[in-house]
């Protein structure tokens, strides 16, 4: 019954749009959502509340990400570690993006975080090229989806420094994902520059994110440095 009610919001706002005025946003009807989605979305949708709704997604895939039975018991949950090949983890991150796409083709934030995560944290990076060509279909000058593209092809090569180039250049945005900074930090140890990274992880220790925040706490005393630099180099 609830499915079915779901279901005629979704039909009726889909006809209500054709006939009024072309929108740029994908109907209603091309959304491509679960039977959980359809259920709770469907009425924010036919309200023009597209935003809130894929707000509510985005929320749902990070409490997803953070859940360790996704990926094995006592792996911290969405911080890349050197070495580690979590490929067949979190089997539904990259449909759990593209739905949140196709509510919000304009949530920048969440194509940007979810093809991180992919290609640097997961190790999928075609599904990460796959999210952002997805993305770049309704949005195709944005520049940082093209950086992110770029990016993750060196990443397939190998090519480190490449990688660093073309994620540093949308790395001091104030609405950079949180995981680019980590993977800048990493890519500065692996390249030899200590100091930038500690810049890096002192700033990832303002995050909101937890997991995050707690990992560069960790970087910062493994390489002897201060969390706040004015009080000089920690003690050994």
């Not at 109907?27 to 509510?56: C, F, K, T």
Request: no cysteine; aromatic share 8%; hydrophobic share 45%.
């Amino acid at each position: 019954m609830v499915a079915a009610l779901a279901l005629a919001v979704i039909v009726g706002a889909d006809a209500l749009v054709g006939r009024v005025f072309q929108s740029p946003w994908p109907r209603p009807s091309e959304v491509h959502l679960s039977y959980d989605d359809a259920v709770r979305n469907a009425g924010l949708m036919s309200l023009g509340m597209r935003r809130l709704a894929a707000d509510i997604e985005f929320i749902r895939l990070l409490e997803y990400f953070g859940t360790p039975s996704e990926r094995g018991e006592g792996t911290e949950a969405g911080v890349h570690h050197e070495d580690e090949s979590p490929s067949d983890s979190y089997p539904e991150f990259e449909g759990r993006v593209l739905r949140i796409l196709d509510i919000d083709p304009y949530f920048r934030y969440a194509a940007e975080y979810g093809a991180g995560a992919l290609a640097f944290d997961l190790h999928r990076p075609d599904e990460a090229i796959a999210v952002l060509r997805h993305a770049l279909a309704r949005d195709p000058k944005n520049w940082r989806y093209q950086a992110y593209l770029a990016a993750i092809a060196f990443q397939k090569q190998r090519r480190a420094e490449q990688v660093h180039d073309q994620l540093a250049a949308v790395a001091d945005d104030p609405e950079a994902p949180t995981m680019l900074k980590h993977l800048l930090a990493f890519l500065d140890l692996r390249l030899g520059r200590r100091e930038e990274a500690i810049r890096l992880y002192r700033e990832i220790l303002s995050s909101r994110d937890k997991g995050y925040a707690e990992f560069a706490r960790g970087a910062l005393k493994r390489l002897g440095a201060a969390q706040d630099p004015a009080r000089g180099a920690e003690e050994p």
